[in-house]
């Protein structure tokens, strides 16, 4: 078996997938920014800082050495995020509490997470991801992602 040369270099492929996700999820993204009321909240989401995060929160995927990275914007900055990431029947895969803090290239505050979720897998989205702002109460819109499961 040869080997095929490629016409794009690794890092301009990335780029074009960041890039698209981004897009992608930016129109995707509530203008109300969160979910119903009715969503159970983390423990302990009472905190309610005067610094409020921008309405339309958001998340984006992408893949970094070799597993399933969740960032997202317009998080109260300096405050405590909730990440989680669900199967689709809602069992979390994994879940941890971010600080937002400031990048230049997303609004807000910022949220950026290396799961332990291998990546990429097969197509096909099996989950999702959500974000919780303790400081706003407000749920982020889910993301669907795919989680790899293995077959043994």
Known sequence: MGMHP????????????????LAAVGLAASPAGGAPASL???????RVGPDKAPQGLYLFQYTYRGHLKIGGGNFTLGGKVYVAVKYSW????????????????????????????AAPCAPGNNGYAQAYDYSTRTWSPKLPVAICVRFD
């Open 90 to 117: 809602g069992q979390i895969r994994y879940n941890e509490n971010v600080i937002a803090k400031t990048n230049s290239g997303v609004p807000g505050g910022a949220v950026y997470l290396e799961t332990n979720i």
């Open 6 to 21: 490629r016409s794009t270099s690794h890092w301009a492929r990335r780029f074009v997938l960041s890039a698209t996700a």
């Open 40 to 46: 159970v909240t983390p423990a302990g989401s009472t």
